[in-house]
């Protein structure tokens, strides 16, 4: 956690502002007596810039400890698309197109699903067109999937009891049980698979892009038809796709 103490006279906005960034720094969620020390507020202070950030949805209880909330992650992965390392961010993408030979994708969380930032087109004639802007649901994609997987149990289980779940192929997961046993999964081996679960004859593969304190702030696929992009091909594409992922995060968090 940050370790700079509050200047008496900073306003109640900065104090938020403070309360966020500290938890930005932590490893996990912490308490309001480990907030207040770190910050230098008094405990009923801080339990008022709590009360009000929980209330908008900026923060989330786990237990007795707080953690950072939905509107957060999805406001900092809005704010990761501001960032100068974008350049190099496509640059990035463009190399890793160029090995795969299929089409490259960064996408971002929303409060509705995920939304597809910037991409790299594949110079075959026959490709699965998602244009920058598209927003495709989190439980049927694999770019959502990872979503899903960076959130804390509590998250997952209650934005799981919210989803409509559309049957959009064969192969679409429709049940909540089916989803939390296939991100299980996603978490254990760290990528995930859209194997025709939104488009017929469509494949993708996605592993998340995290800051250093390991924070979710989107996606980077790869997607491709399954008669020339297999599953095969998806896993071999693997390495480069962590290595690209690993690559971002560089030029998006470094100093």
């Given amino acids: 956690m940050s370790n700079s103490r509050l200047d008496a006279n900073a306003s109640p906005n900065m104090r938020m502002l403070l309360v966020l960034e500290a938890l930005s720094r932590s490893d996990g969620p912490v308490t309001i007596a480990d907030l207040s020390d770190k910050i230098g507020l008094p405990k009923p202070t801080m339990h008022r810039i709590v009360k009000t950030l929980l209330s908008e949805g900026f923060l989330e209880k786990q237990g007795q400890q707080i953690a950072?909330?939905?509107?957060?992650?999805?406001?900092?992965?809005?704010?990761?698309?501001?960032?100068?390392?974008?350049?190099?961010?496509?640059?990035?993408?463009?190399?890793?197109?160029?090995?795969?030979?299929?089409?490259?994708?960064?996408v971002v969380p929303t409060e509705t699903g995920m939304v597809y930032t910037d991409r790299i087109e594949t110079d075959w004639h026959f490709r699965v067109m998602l244009p920058v802007g598209t927003g495709v649901p989190f439980y049927c994609t694999a770019s959502g999937k990872t979503y899903l997987a960076s959130l804390r149990r509590a998250q997952l289980v209650r934005l799981c009891e919210q989803i409509t779940f559309t049957p959009h192929t064969h192969n679409t997961i429709t049940d909540a049980h089916a989803l939390l046993e296939n991100i299980k999964q996603i978490r254990r081996q760290g990528y995930a698979i859209d194997d025709e679960e939104l488009y017929q004859d469509m494949l993708a593969i996605a592993v998340p892009v995290v800051t250093p304190q390991n924070h979710y702030c989107g996606a980077l696929a790869i997607h491709g038809p399954k008669q020339r992009f297999s599953l095969d091909r998806a896993l071999a594409s693997l390495p480069d796709l962590q290595q690209a992922s690993r690559d971002i995060c560089d030029a998006l968090f470094s100093d």
């Fill in 68 to 106: 950072i909330g939905k509107r957060t992650l999805v406001l900092s992965a809005n704010m990761t698309l501001k960032n100068e390392g974008n350049l190099v961010r496509h640059t990035i993408m463009q190399r890793l197109a160029s090995k795969v030979q299929e089409t490259v994708n960064f």
